[in-house]
């Protein structure tokens, strides 16, 4: 007795006879197959030429244009160069911005300093001006005594009567 397990085959002439003529269709059409791969491979089809020369230009093609584009693209070791020179010239720039707010800065002092140092002279010049009256008044009013000393040593000078 058959195990239950063990698949059943059809035993039906109709089953058999599609599936050998499957098969045969698979066989006839993998056999034309490798005749058309044998013709094309023999070099008898001019398309299949061109076909074969335009990728092979294409290729070349590529291969000159990726190898080009390799030389033009800058290395890691470029690209560090760079970003080295770039944070240099940042620091370079800042302290130039640096000393120009320091030279902002002096001059408002030198500035301030400036306006100080006039109003000191002005000062100073009303100062002296005021000196300069006061010694001619200091002298016109020695001269006045000494003539008035001489005017009673002589005794031109009269007392003034009450």
């Given at each position: 007795m058959p195990d239950e397990s063990t698949p059943r085959l059809p035993l039906d002439r109709e089953f058999w006879s599609q599936w050998n003529e499957m098969a045969s269709k698979m066989w006839a059409k993998a056999l034309e197959n490798d005749k058309l791969a044998e013709r094309a491979s023999s070099g008898d089809n001019p398309f299949l030429e061109s076909t074969?020369?335009?990728?092979?230009?294409?290729?070349?093609?590529?291969?000159?244009?990726?190898?080009?584009?390799?030389?033009?693209?800058?290395?890691?070791?470029?690209?560090?160069?760079?970003?080295?020179?770039?944070?240099?010239?940042?620091?370079?720039?800042?302290?130039?911005?640096?000393?120009?707010?320091?030279?902002?800065?002096?001059?408002?002092?030198?500035?301030?300093?400036?306006?100080?140092?006039?109003?000191?002279?002005?000062?100073?010049?009303?100062?002296?001006?005021?000196?300069?009256?006061?010694?001619?008044q200091k002298r016109s009013r020695k001269r006045e005594r000494r003539s008035v000393q001489k005017m009673w040593i002589s005794g031109q000078a009269r007392l003034p009567r009450r």
């Open positions: 074969s020369y335009l990728i092979s230009a294409l290729q070349h093609a590529s291969e000159v244009y990726v190898s080009a584009l390799h030389m033009r693209m800058p290395t890691l070791s470029d690209i560090t160069r760079v970003a080295e020179l770039v944070v240099n010239l940042e620091e370079k720039v800042d302290r130039i911005e640096d000393t120009i707010e320091r030279v902002k800065e002096q001059t408002l002092l030198d500035t301030a300093t400036l306006a100080t140092i006039t109003g000191l002279e002005q000062r100073l010049t009303r100062i002296e001006s005021r000196l300069d009256t006061l010694v001619l």
